[in-house]
């Protein structure tokens, strides 16, 4: 009987689970479909607080990328405003620095020509220099030649009348006698 035991013990709980089972079953199988249907309320429910949420989302993004435009146009006019100040103040200073450059270059231009007169000016003072220098030492050099010239005439002219018998001295007269 044992051996029977082992058959019947499972059947019989298979039975008991199976009454059970069917039992809930229905129960089950409502609960499902009540839950299915709240869930489906719930989520039709979640889904229009949601797209009003997007919506409300979507209006409030347009607004603030609006101001935002609004705001970045305001700050690239200032941008602009200031670039073009900026830009203006540049090319006033470029101008003027042309201005002085172009002044400081005629200047340059003067000087540079009154240099090139002071060189001029200053090559034919020394060259004039050089030319009386050169006259003065030509004038002594002529005054030193007629020096030795006239001494050389005045020693031959010397050596001349010494050697001839004119310029020589009679012999002096004897003595007169003693008077003894």
Do not use: C
């Amino acid at each position: 009987m044992k051996k029977w035991l082992y058959l019947i013990l499972p059947v019989v709980m298979t039975g008991v689970f199976l009454m059970f089972f069917f039992k809930h079953e229905k129960e089950t199988v409502a609960r499902e479909t009540a839950r299915g249907q709240e869930m489906a309320q719930k989520a039709a429910a979640d889904k229009a607080v949601k797209d009003a949420a997007e919506a409300k989302a979507k209006e409030s993004a347009r607004i603030a990328q609006l101001d935002r435009d609004r705001e970045n146009a305001e700050r690239e006019a200032a941008r602009k405003a200031q670039q073009d100040a900026v830009d203006k103040e540049i090319k006033d200073k470029t101008d003027a620095s042309l201005a002085e450059i172009a002044r400081d270059t005629k200047r340059a231009k003067e000087l540079e020509l009154e240099i090139a007169r002071l060189i001029t000016d200053r090559e034919r003072i020394t060259r004039e220099a050089f030319d009386l220098a050169k006259q003065v030492e030509l004038a002594m050099v002529a005054k030193r030649n007629a020096e030795l010239e006239e001494q050389r005439l005045t020693e031959m002219i010397a050596r001349r009348a010494t050697e001839s018998s004119m310029t020589k001295l009679p012999p002096p007269p004897a003595p007169p006698a003693a008077k003894s």
